[in-house]
């Protein structure tokens, strides 16, 4: 079964990409012959024959080249191989995937992430990696929370290589200026939104808010905000919104962030504000690790800054789910050359100088790397600020599938928080009208 009920799209979606490319390998050389570390398969020598791999991903210019130069430190080890790259957008790349897996004819490795993998988890699409894992003793090389977002059933699917968590910043000079005390990790619900008020009330710039979520946010938290039961169940395709305590609650405070004025994502005012956390126009900010190149080179010095734990909710005794986008590879089950395959995962998945680059774009899957790299200590040019909570909060994350019929439900959902907002229903008809529609999707998709 998943491990996991609520999927998420991956932030590395980038542009459209209209050309693929391909790379010669270097001369062959020969060399020892290493082992893979699987008996009774084909043996991943570097004195074999010339290979080429197909090898698929997605991304913004910037991405494609960071995710060759990687795939180059492994052709520069292994000068017999060589990949065919295979890349596009990432809202392309699902319709590919589909193509590529209904046809019978995918890439050899895969990039995967922890939404659009999900329609092939009892496909037989993708190498059950288990046995690799344990035959390399790398059972405990990745993050354990990541290898639980690519399991089902038992079986790992993809190999993870790095994540992007969601935190909350905060702006110490708008802070001091409203006279407010700076957040805690231990911090509780209760005390977050008594932070809010006080910041609403100490904040004189009438553009100044009290916090900046992306429009998209407020939306995406109350899903599953207190953990389960969320909105629906996503293994029975039931809505678990009604009579639902914990969504309840979740689905009125995320709404009362924009009715409450603490944010400016009201209909009329969605636009008071140009910019997010980054503009010091707001106190507290939801950010990811991608954001901080952004942080470093727009706020530079123009205010003070730190990060803090999502806070603990006592009444339901969990603290906020953070949103977590996983990325990760894996094997198509037709790929002729398996082993090589794998070889080259475990590398880009294990090597400090591939978690170099990827910590370009989010926090490494691999555990020594975070702990024994200088990663934490690496502030990207900046002061030192509160690291340790981009790893911390993948400990409360959730994932959040958004594609197929989920969408379809997540959009009821989403216009009648609108209309919350808007003042044109009330909660509970609006969660009447969640529950009821949902189903009715739900139940339209079986028959169908």
């Given at each position: ?34 082992s893979s570390g699987t008996a009774g398969e084909e ?21 494609v080249q960071q995710k060759i130069k990687a795939a ?91 994540y992007v968590t969601t935190v909350l910043a905060y ?278």
């Amino acid at each position: 079964m998943l491990k996991r009920n609520f999927w998420i799209r991956s932030l590395c979606v980038g542009l459209a990409l209209s050309f693929g490319l391909t790379l010669t390998a270097c001369d062959s050389t020969p060399q020892e012959q290493p082992s893979s570390g699987t008996a009774g398969e084909e043996q991943v020598a570097e004195n074999a024959g010339p290979i080429t791999l197909q090898y698929s991903f997605w991304g913004d210019d910037y991405t494609v080249q960071q995710k060759i130069k990687a795939a180059e430190l492994y052709t520069a080890e292994h000068p017999n191989v060589s990949f065919e790259y295979i890349y596009c957008s990432g809202v392309d790349y699902q319709t590919k995937m589909q193509t590529w897996c209904s046809a019978g004819d995918a890439p050899d490795i895969i990039s995967t992430a922890v939404d659009i993998i999900v329609p092939y988890l009892d496909t037989g699409s993708f190498e059950d990696l288990s046995d690799r894992v344990k035959n390399d003793g790398l059972e405990k090389a990745w993050m354990p929370e990541l290898v639980e977002f690519f399991t089902h059933d038992g079986k790992l699917l993809s190999a993870p290589n790095q994540y992007v968590t969601t935190v909350l910043a905060y702006n110490k000079d708008l802070f001091d200026q409203a006279g407010v005390e700076y957040p805690k990790d231990d911090w509780t619900e209760e005390e977050f939104y008594n932070t809010l008020e006080s910041l609403k009330n100490g904040l004189s710039d009438p553009e100044t808010y009290a916090i900046h979520m992306p429009y998209a946010y407020p939306l995406i938290f109350y899903r599953r905000l207190y953990g389960d039961p969320g909105m629906y169940d996503l293994q029975t395709m039931q809505m678990t919104s009604k009579d639902n305590p914990r969504f309840q609650k979740a689905f009125e405070n995320m709404a009362r962030l924009t009715i409450d004025g603490y944010m400016p994502y009201t209909t009329a005012s969605r636009s008071a504000v140009q910019g997010g956390f980054e503009t010091g126009k707001y106190a507290l900010g939801l950010i990811t690790y991608g954001n901080l190149p952004t942080m470093r080179d727009q706020v530079a010095d123009s205010f003070e800054w730190d990060t803090v734990m999502w806070p603990y909710s006592e009444e339901f005794e969990t603290r906020w789910t953070a949103v977590v986008f996983g990325n990760g590879y894996g094997i198509y089950t037709g790929n002729e050359h398996k082993d090589q395959a794998w070889d080259v995962i475990k590398f880009l998945t294990t090597t400090p100088e591939v978690c170099d680059i990827d910590a370009e774009f989010g926090v490494p899957a691999l555990q020594t790397y975070q702990n024994d790299s200088g990663f934490m200590e690496d502030y990207l040019g900046r002061d030192p600020f509160n690291k340790q909570v981009f790893v911390n909060t993948l400990e409360s994350a959730t994932i959040y599938y958004s594609v197929g019929v989920w969408a379809q439900v997540n959009d009821v959902a989403v216009d009648q928080f609108n209309q919350c907002i808007e003042g044109k229903t009330d909660f509970d008809s609006a969660i009447e009208v969640i529950s009821q529609q949902g189903q009715e999707i739900f139940d339209a998709n079986r028959m169908g």
